[in-house]
């Protein structure tokens, strides 16, 4: 179910991204950064779709670099330190191109619009969220379907 409310208008105007490809993977397993199986992929988005501002900031674009930057010789703790803050600010910026959208949880129920609460983008899967930072990123990109915004 879409946000109610009148949405907030860009200067900009977002572009939908139908849902249908972000996947959740169960049973994934990573070893030493690669993964060695593949998992089962559920598709818990289909049918479902995001209206996003296609300009990235550079707040969200430093905030990625740092999440993906290095640490492999951190301990866990040290890292989940050092991945916070950008995490947290990721979180923030990316809620703000988020325009509209109609994704549900994984029992069905409407997901607040994350520009009303940037919070609801921590509580995504990873693969959802990196879906999302996709989507932002290219969404227009000939790697993804892209309808017409209403």
Do not use: Y
Request: aromatic letters at 6%; glycine letters at 8%; a negative charge.
């Amino acid at each position: 179910m879409a946000n109610t409310e009148t949405p907030r208008k860009s200067k900009i105007d977002p572009v939908r991204v139908a849902s249908d490809d972000c996947a959740i993977s169960v049973g994934r397993v990573m070893v030493d950064g690669v993964i060695t199986e593949a998992g089962t992929q559920n598709f818990v988005h289909k049918g479902e779709w995001v209206d996003i501002i296609p300009v990235q900031t550079m707040r969200e674009t430093m905030a990625i670099t740092r999440l993906m930057g290095g640490g492999e010789s951190e301990s866990t703790i040290d890292a989940a330190r050092r991945l916070t803050a950008p995490f947290e600010e990721l979180c923030e910026v990316l809620a703000k191109r988020v325009m509209d959208w109609n994704w549900t949880d994984n029992w069905g129920d409407p997901m607040p619009n994350p520009q009303d609460d940037p919070g609801v983008l921590r509580d995504l899967s990873n693969d959802e969220l990196f879906w999302l930072i996709g989507a932002a990123q290219n969404g227009a990109g000939t790697d993804r379907k892209n309808d017409s915004t209403p």
